[in-house]
């Protein structure tokens, strides 16, 4: 998940198949369900949370939380029709995976908004 101002973008993927997901969020609120609709377990975050949102995430959802700040832009994956904070979400869990995947990537499939 990335964040600017109140507006947060929130980029998923199911490794096993390559699907890859982006969207926009206008709250907290918002986000947090979104986040429990998609059973997530982990959350690959690309800003500084403050004090409540790692409390509401780490403690009451339960998410393992790992931090990225770094942005591929791939563009064969990251469409220019996304916003650029979407771009940003979607970038840094490219990135984050990666980095931490001990295996082939090639079959992950273009970013669908």
Known sequence: ???QGVQFAL?????STGQFFVTSLDDFTSLCGEIRNLRARELVIGYALSEEEEQIFS?????LLSF???VTEDVQLIDNSL?????AA???LLCYLHRTQMRDLSHLQKVVH
Do not use: F, H, P
Request: glycine fraction near 4%; avoid cysteine.
């Open 1 to 3: 998940i990335d964040r």
């Open 11 to 15: 980029s998923y993927m199911d490794v």
């Open 59 to 63: 403690n009451q959802m339960n998410l």
């Open 68 to 70: 990225e700040d770094e």
């Open 83 to 87: 916003t650029d904070l979407e771009k």
């Open 90 to 92: 979607a970038g840094k």
